[in-house]
């Protein structure tokens, strides 16, 4: 179905065409509409135009205005009156907003625009670190990066995810040494890799990294035998590969048991790691001195930049390759930017990565574009996002100081939304499979909403006795108004969602419509700048409109009989359906009863 035209687009029109032929000289203006507290919607375009043409802003509004049909049946606009300097206050006729949601609610896609080949974006989300469990720092970029997934390819972008895990470097030349010489320490207890928990697997491998590490710090000959197997590593030995691969696949097994628990659908075939693009480093390193774009420095491969200075004021370079003949993580990345440029055809390089990073890609596009990589056509960019931080405001630490494992934060939420859901579900019937199951939905939705609802930039405080109140702007809450909206339907019996255009609405009817009707420009916006928090807030918006609507007006006691009836369960059934499917392009679910 074509997307639906919402309200705030046919009145930006047909002020715009009343614009146009009041004050043909003035040529396309844009009347400038926005919500308004006023009245539905305010233009000030006026204010902009009569000083251009050095005319009456309020003369010109009343001619613009005398230009514009009201009140007639079927129009959309029912009245609109010029106020102050030359402002127009529209209100629009309760028939188009019903016959507008009508259109949404024809449509699987509640009308939300689709654009077919629109481009192929690659987004950089979720990278954990081969043998090392994931902590608190690792939850923004799975939340945001998954979001931004499902945002985009709903909108009609092509998709491609990369986890750019880190599955390379010296670390491991003391790892696989260690496991070389002690070859049973990955055994499971199984006896088999089928069976593992993740809990087992993480297990194996904080053991096996700590000792490793014990021994490197205090073994000089062991510390010169890992050191030689980075060389072997690096020179592809099939030994040492063999190792490797272990600790990798040991390391998936763990991910992919946190990714669950996150609720996320990470694919083995989008995992491509730093380990990746070793064929490609060389080369990268040559065209970058061929073209001229890097250059030798005290023996290292770098590149350089004007704006880029250290506190005693001398050039901080983007070293490419180190003295050693080492590669730095600038070769690996600017690798990457040419596999997804040149071998996935990526028009937009995503990357969902710490604001502390920042720095370091600014100078890695930088390069890529000097190197021709990125263009005007294809080009990168960072969401960067910012710290979690405890309730103190500080970097979210345990009591002892050590950097929260991400698993035990889940858990505990997953424990007290399930204490939050019995008690509110043992009164109206729950099972304990129900209670279970929408605790840890309701504990998951609950991480993902406080992450999300939070503009990306900013640090935000982890609070879990906030995040799973049924009160406030938490997911708790936008989950509780769907359950109460499929809990109305339960009991509707015969009763049917059926618009109807010709009947009066309530003003709490009028705002839930109105802003039922702002869905799909919500996830144009999102998508089109890359922030899921103003699709979050539009999702709160719309909980806390359909609140006081259920508050202030009856649905199946509604005294206009059965039409109202109906129409109020048209907008029940609308809003549920657009919280329902605002929740998972979020990763959120929505359980029928709470």
Known sequence: MASV????ASVHQRVADALSAALPEAGAADPLLRRSDRADFQANGMLALAKKLKGNPRELATQVVAGIPT???GAVIKEIEVSGPGFLNITVADEAIISTLAARAADDRLGVPYADGAGTTVIDYAQPNVAKEMHVGHLRSAVIGAAMVEILEFTGEKVIRRHHIGDWGTQFGMLIQYLIEHPH??????????????????????????ASRVLFDSDEEFKERARRRVVDLQAGDAETLAMWQRFVDESKIYFYSVFNKLDLDIRDPDIVGESGYNAMLEETC????????AVRSEGALCVFFDDVKGPDGNPVPLIVKKTNGGYGYAATDLSAIRDRVQNLSAD???????????????MVFETARRAGWLNDKTHAVQLAFGT????????????????????????EAIDRATAVVREKGEPIGLTEE?????????????????????????DYKFDLDQMVSLNGDTSVYLQYAYARIRSIFRKAGDAAPAAHPELPLAPAERALGLHLDQFGETVAEAAASYEPHKLAAYLYGLASLFTTFYDQCPVLKAEGGPDQIANRLFLCDLTAR??????ALLGIRTPERL
């Open 5 to 8: 035209t919402s309200l705030a």
């Open 71 to 73: 009140g007639a049946s």
């Open 185 to 210: 320490e990955l055994d499971h207890k199984g006896g088999g890799d089928t069976d593992v928990s993740g809990e087992e697997a993480a297990s194996n491998l904080n053991r096996l990294y700590k």
């Open 286 to 293: 040559r065209l970058l001195e061929e073209s001229g774009v």
């Open 348 to 362: 937009t390089l995503l990357y969902v990565v710490d604001a502390r990073q920042s720095l370091h890609f600014k």
């Open 388 to 411: 979690v931080l405890g309730k103190d405001g500080k970097p979210f630490k345990t009591r002892e100081g050590e950097t929260v494992r991400l698993v035990d934060l889940l858990d």
């Open 434 to 458: 129900e209670i279970t199951g929408n605790g840890a939905q309701v504990g998951i939705g609950a991480v993902k909403y406080a992450d999300l609802s939070t503009s990306a930039s900013r």
């Open 578 to 583: 657009t919280l329902h499917q605002g929740m």
